[in-house]
């Protein structure tokens, strides 16, 4: 971190050397960040372009489907105008309840893909790159190492679907570590290995795991193969340092994996209010941004 302070300053006298501090992410927003507000009917998504702009400084927008209202094109092209508005653009879509694409009945994972295809094309409007999917099972966790085994196959079938129909669209279909079975970086990496489509991939969340396990080592694993990265995040002291996750070692990992796309800020405490998480959120990302 001092080189690359001493480098910042050095640059700021010598403009040949401004490739040299090339940012190396840019900081986006996730919705949930602001899911209380929401819910609460203090804004609403059509707010978010604009708070996430004039109160953060934020332009990069990760919406999450189950705060929209109904996904009818007026409503898109309200939000697509209030993007140009506000000069943001939405980065993804995370898509929930949608059903479970592992699920035991090829009919029932088959169709959980067919309800992403809204997304993925309300995405593409947006000007997004990926939606965001969970890898569920259905009605029962696999537990056996057969079962996750099967599980993973079944899952490479309704990605592959819906990775082909995201394909046409520029889209990319990511799985976030989101509980259950997906919190396990193992299994999602030999996902990631069975479909084998350049538009699938993962998006790495720093809190969604299990209490054994090692964080940084499952984040590391995850990052070959990120299109997306959630800085999800609890707490911060006076001096601006997350109390519940070393982030300065878990950006380490992300850096190292030379990702270059966005960070997407995803409070979730509780001591401090969702504005003031996400503003000690976006003051820490700027160190390394």
Not at 223 to 244: I, L, N
Request: net charge positive.
């Amino acid at each position: 971190m001092m080189y690359r302070r001493s480098l910042f300053r050095l640059a700021a006298g010598l403009p040949g050397l401004a490739l040299a501090v090339e940012k190396k992410f840019k900081v986006s927003l996730a919705q949930w960040s602001l899911h209380k507000a929401i819910q609460s009917r203090l804004m609403t998504n059509l707010d978010f372009p604009r708070i996430a702009r004039e109160q953060f400084g934020i332009s990069g927008l990760e919406y999450v489907n189950q705060l929209w209202h109904a996904p009818v094109a007026d409503y898109v092209r309200r939000l697509k105008a209030a993007q140009t508005a506000t000069n943001t653009q939405c980065v993804l879509i995370m898509c929930d309840g949608e059903g479970f694409m592992g699920h035991p009945e090829k009919s029932q994972r088959m169709a959980a893909s067919s309800n992403h295809f809204k997304w993925v094309d309300i995405t593409a409007e947006l000007g997004g790159h990926s939606i965001r999917t969970n890898m569920y099972p259905g009605p029962k966790q696999p537990e056996t190492a057969a079962e996750i085994a099967d599980f993973v196959k079944r899952c490479a079938e309704s990605f592959a679907d819906l990775c082909e129909y995201a394909k046409k669209a520029g889209i990319n279909v990511i799985i976030e570590n989101h509980g259950g079975v997906s919190s396990n970086p193992d299994v999602v990496v030999s996902l990631m290995k069975q479909v084998n489509l350049p538009n699938f991939g993962t998006l790495p969340d720093f809190g969604n795991f299990p209490k054994e396990t090692d964080k940084y080592d499952a984040v590391k694993k995850l990052m070959p193969y990120a299109k997306g990265v959630s800085f999800k995040c609890h707490d911060f002291d006076g001096d601006g340092r997350e109390t519940t996750i070393d982030m300065d070692r878990m950006m380490g990992i992300v850096n190292a994996a030379g990702y270059k796309g966005w960070v997407g800020i995803e409070y979730e405490g509780s001591r401090m209010t969702e504005f003031e998480g996400i503003q000690a959120a976006k003051r820490y990302l700027n160190k390394w941004a």
